[in-house]
T-cell receptor, first 112, second 114 residues
Framework: DAKTTQPPSMDCAEGRAANLPCNHSTISGNEYVYWYRQIHSQGPQYIIHGLKNNETNEMASLIITEDRKSSTLILPHATLRDTAVYYCIVRGRENRDDKIIFGKGTRLHILP | KAGVTQTPRYLIKTRGQQVTLSCSPISGHRSVSWYQQTPGQGLQFLFEYFSETQRNKGNFPGRFSGRQFSNSRSEMNVSTLELGDSALYLC?????????????FGPGTRLTVL
């Protein structure tokens, strides 16, 4: 089973910020939170990752709660090209038997 | 620089047959990971190879196997195919193992088992 839970779908108006939540209440101390997205008919694309501090890059921001049991991916100005399935996963940096499971993700619809 | 390539892109097999899928990583990348994606289960990790050695393995039966060659190209094999093996099989490459933030995915091979 996936170690994360996400809403199955969300809508966001074009130009607005898209905030995608993820719960990972069983995350352990050495596990990072990673976000990927998958646009239809393509392989997943890495977005961002973090351990406990908030992170920002050219694509998105990642807000991790202080207890690390949940996080939010923020796409600051959503465009139609951001329509995709977004996956939140937790994984260790070096774990030989890391049974990595992406789960079902959140299908984000950007509305014109 | 060419991306990750997977062949074939589409494949139809019948139950009981075996299948071999191929993945060529980005030039210079030595780590290759394989994933299975189905509508019901989402994206699940199969295994990871680096320098011709399996470093990591997901929770799949022994019918699923793989290997990596000295040029970093990788193949995965599924024997005694079952209907439930119908899925999109994705390959991802990275420079070194477990570089999840630098992992690039290929377009996948869509396998249909009849």
């Amino acid at each position: 089973d996936a170690k994360t839970t996400q809403p199955p779908s969300m809508d966001c108006a074009e130009g607005r910020a898209a905030n995608l939540p993820c719960n990972h209440s069983t995350i352990s101390g050495n596990e990072y939170v990673y976000w990927y997205r998958q646009i239809h008919s393509q392989g997943p694309q890495y977005i961002i990752h973090g351990l406990k501090n908030n992170e920002t890059n050219e694509m998105a921001s990642l807000i991790i709660t202080e207890d690390r049991k949940s996080s939010t991916l923020i796409l600051p100005h959503a465009t139609l090209r951001d329509t995709a399935v977004y996956y939140c996963i937790v994984r260790g940096r070096e774990n030989r038997d890391d049974k990595i499971i992406f789960g079902k993700g959140t299908r984000l619809h950007i509305l014109p | 620089k060419a991306g990750v390539t997977q062949t074939p892109r589409y494949l139809i097999k019948t139950r009981g047959q075996q299948v071999t899928l191929s993945c060529s990583p980005i030039s210079g990348h030595r780590s290759v990971s394989w994933y299975q994606q189905t509508p019901g289960q989402g994206l699940q990790f199969l295994f990871e190879y680096f320098s011709e050695t399996q470093r990591n393995k997901g929770n799949f039966p022994g019918r699923f196997s793989g290997r990596q060659f000295s040029n970093s190209r990788s193949e995965m094999n599924v024997s005694t195919l079952e209907l439930g093996d119908s899925a999109l099989y994705l390959c991802a490459s990275s420079l070194v193992p477990s570089s999840y933030n630098e992992q690039f995915f290929g377009p996948g091979t869509r396998l249909t088992v009849l």
